[in-house]
């Protein structure tokens, strides 16, 4: 079965940045792209970004782009996501999943990673 | 704003049937790209409830209906029940964006 598993959470201040992990498992890491999307508190999905670990294509949201990077690391089928210059506004729930390619349905979903933003 | 519109809440007794809407534009779901729907319960991530406009994943009952028309996509709930409670999402590519994008999300009520 596919699994994503993620990072811990993390507290920073503004300005700072903040690099999550998400471990996929029970399948091949190449073939699927790796989709991120947060949730800040009491509100919906924000799609941030998607990265292909095969050919390392990416695809940014436009409204963190300059502040967002996705990588990836075939050897541990992990997929990292940093975010800099963080505001009191990225404080979120930061969700890793599987999609084929930026348009296709997401599954499975990682459990997700709390990054909270304060002074 | 999200790029996909979706009523902020539904509501419906037991056994009724509701419809959540998602409505897009022509460079979302009018150009045909596919829609998928996510269900998440508080504390929870999203799981996949509808793929590819309207198919069902193994697993999820058929007691929902994902349809698309134009510029819009709907998810029918038949028979409600207490434990479908959540809130839902709609998801398409946006080519104007080149990314995806998510619906606001829609707290579904069983009264």
């Known amino acids: 079965q596919p699994q994503l598993v993620q990072s811990g959470p993390e507290a920073k201040t503004p300005g700072g940045s903040v690099k999550l992990s998400c471990t996929a498992s029970?399948?091949?890491?190449?073939?699927?792209?790796i989709t991120w999307v947060r949730q800040a508190p009491g509100q919906g999905l924000q799609w941030l970004g998607w990265?292909?670990?095969?050919?390392?294509?990416?695809h940014y949201a436009q409204t963190l782009q300059g502040r967002i990077t996705l990588t990836t690391d075939l050897s541990t089928t992990t997929a990292y996501l940093e975010l800099r210059g963080l505001r009191f506004d990225d404080t979120a729930v930061y969700y890793c999943?599987?999609?084929?390619?930026?348009?296709?349905?997401?599954?499975?979903w990682g459990q997700g990673s709390r990054v909270t933003v304060s002074s | 704003q999200p790029a996909l519109t979706q009523p902020s809440s539904v509501s419906g007794p037991p056994g009724q049937r509701v419809t959540i809407s998602c409505a897009g534009n022509?460079?979302?779901?009018?150009?045909?790209?596919?829609v998928h729907w996510y269900q998440q319960f508080p504390g929870a991530a999203p799981k996949v409830l509808i793929y590819d406009d309207d198919i069902r994943p193994s697993g999820v009952p058929d007691r929902f209906f994902g349809s698309k028309s134009g510029t819009s996509a709907s998810l029918a709930i038949t028979g409600l029940q207490p434990e479908d409670e959540a809130d839902y999402y709609c998801?398409?590519?946006?080519?104007?964006?080149?990314?995806?994008?998510f619906g606001g999300g829609t707290k579904l009520t069983v009264l």
């Open positions: 029970g399948y091949t890491f190449p073939a699927y792209g």
């Open positions: 022509s460079s979302n779901i009018g150009a045909d790209y596919r």
């Open positions: 990265i292909s670990p095969h050919n390392g294509n990416r």
């Open positions: 998801q398409s590519f946006d080519s104007s964006l080149s990314s995806s994008v």
């Open positions: 999943a599987r999609a084929k390619v930026p348009s296709a349905v997401s599954a499975p």
